[in-house]
């Protein structure tokens, strides 16, 4: 697999030729997927998308010491403008007392620039965060324009390395450069690979001691990596690390809200633990690839199903599924006991999930099989292969409707138009369009809120029955908004404006 020869790693369009645009059934996206035929699909009309430029630099910004310098024009760093409480309260809770927020910079490229070359601006920004900042490490995110007009910004990292105390790390985001916004934790994951492991290769800790080595070589065949997503809140870190230390193993977190300096340490690990293959898939075949660590990748710990599959993959490396199923045992006998009232409250309620691909397997999962809660649609920003085991439970469900879009609000609104469910799950803006046409929305993600484990089951319920008690404000809202569509529309298959392909490419 490995590209880490390459500057920039090929996008998933080419890496996984996944599909963006789909609406049917769960069996029919998933034997097209397997046949390629759906990689092609796109739409006629599309309404709004993501870049990933944002994504990128929103994980990259996430690691503490370091700078992220936006190469391009200023606005194309408005988005960090509002995360930065946000990232300092995550890194502060994780114990960096020192933490000062999320620091990036801009070169601000000007028509002028556009014209003559950006990489003199460029050189002065990197130059001034290793003055003003000394970071660990300098994150350069290329935009479009630079991207456009040809400048070289691995040449200008090249030329200024040794001026630097701070490892500069180049990340190649251009948002037109592809479909799928996923290939921004490639981007990311490949520099971290490249500039922070890439001379790390034969390095080994240096112990004299003897009972030491023993005792470090014993520490190191149960210690994990344990890889967290920018989504994800201290409380679930929290949550993972705790049902793995009950299995008798050692957990170090990665690559969000953790020092770059402590990267060098994942090679040394006996697994790598995902929590999501779209984050990290392109990392731990690397890893295994280069540095010998096997990994697990089959599914997010979300509902007691895949909580399940995910400690017994862990415990199955190392040998130890009775004690995992002790574990898995008392943790279900004790979570069904607090579930039990409020399972009462979901009696015949429906729902609609919306979110990445990996999240809302899971989490349409955790409705049913937990709470009982139906399912009526799932809406994933993506599909491609890793697609297939958290959906397992949907595949013969022809009353299940399918989406796969990256947000295109126009589609979602005429499906809640016809489902009608009683709640909404949704990550982002989605969330918005479904609060406005007056459905109950529990956003599945928030840095303060559990949704990983055993714990984030029953915080969900919890939430989802307080919702659920007194849903008035959002019937209100439903009740007074008006939608810029017309009633036209609401009348058209929502999936109009899909191109859909019937051959591989």
């Known amino acids: 697999m490995s590209y880490l020869h390459l500057k920039v790693p090929p996008t998933r369009d080419i890496r996984l030729r996944p599909c963006n645009a ?75 007392d020192d933490a000062v927020g999320r620091v990036w910079m801009s070169t601000n490229l000007s028509e002028v620039d556009i014209v003559s070359g950006g990489e ?178 089959n599914t997010i710990p979300i509902g007691t199903d895949n909580v399940r599959l995910w400690l017994l993959d862990v415990a199955d490396f190392f040998g130890i599924r009775e004690e995992a199923l002790k574990v898995i045992a008392a943790e279900e006998a004790e979570l069904n006991k607090a579930l039990e009232p409020l399972r009462k409250s979901f009696v015949g309620k429906t729902a609609f999930v919306s979110t990445g691909e990996i999240r809302a397997g899971a989490q349409a999962c955790m409705l049913e099989n937990d709470l009982g809660i139906k399912v009526v649609g799932i809406r994933a920003h993506h599909y491609d292969e890793f697609g297939e085991i958290v959906f397992e439970n949907f595949k013969d469900r022809d009353d299940v409707t399918i989406n796969v879009a990256a947000n295109q609000p126009f589609e979602q609104v005429n499906l809640l138009r016809r489902l009608k469910p009683d709640l909404y799950l949704g990550h982002g803006n989605s969330n918005v369009w479904a609060a406005k046409q007056g459905v109950p929305v529990l956003p599945i993600y928030g840095p303060n809120n559990s949704y990983l484990g055993y714990k984030g089951i029953f915080e969900v319920a919890s939430r989802l029955e307080r919702i659920l008690s007194n849903p008035r404000w959002y019937n209100t809202l439903g009740e007074t908004t008006q939608l810029p569509y017309k009633e036209s529309w609401y009348e058209q298959d929502p999936y109009l404006y899909i191109r859909q392909t019937t051959e591989a490419a």
């Open 22 to 96: 789909y609406g049917g059934n769960l069996e029919n996206l998933v034997c097209g997927q397997k046949e390629g035929c759906l990689s092609n699909n796109g739409r006629t009309f599309a309404q709004t998308t993501g870049c990933q430029l944002t994504l990128a630099m929103g994980m990259a910004a996430s690691i503490p010491n370091t700078v992220v310098i936006y190469h391009g024009p200023v606005g194309c760093g408005a988005g960090s403008l509002g995360l930065a409480g946000q990232s300092k309260m995550s890194q502060q809770a994780r114990g960096n």
């Open 120 to 297: 003199k601006k460029l050189e002065a920004a990197i130059l001034e965060a290793e003055r003003r900042f000394r970071p660990h490490a300098i994150f350069i995110g290329n935009t479009c324009v630079p991207a456009i007009i040809g400048d070289d910004i691995d040449n200008v990292a090249t030329r200024l390395q040794d001026r630097v105390n701070a490892r500069i790390i180049p990340l190649h985001c251009e948002g037109f450069k592809t479909r799928f916004v996923a290939t921004a934790y490639d981007i990311v994951y490949h520099g971290i690979l490249r500039y922070l492991l890439g001379n790390q290769h034969d390095r080994k800790p240096i112990i004299e001691d003897e009972a030491a080595q023993i005792a470090y070589e014993l520490r190191r065949k149960k210690t994990v990596n344990l890889l967290n997503v920018g989504s994800m809140g201290y409380v679930d870190e929290v949550e993972l690390v705790r049902l793995l230390n009950a299995i008798g193993l050692e957990a170090n977190v990665y690559p969000c809200f953790t020092s770059p300096e402590k990267f060098v340490k994942v090679k040394d690990a006996a697994l790598s633990i995902s929590i999501c293959a779209t984050h990290d898939d392109y990392f731990v075949e690397h890893l295994k690839e280069h540095y010998g660590v096997p990994y697990v990748l």
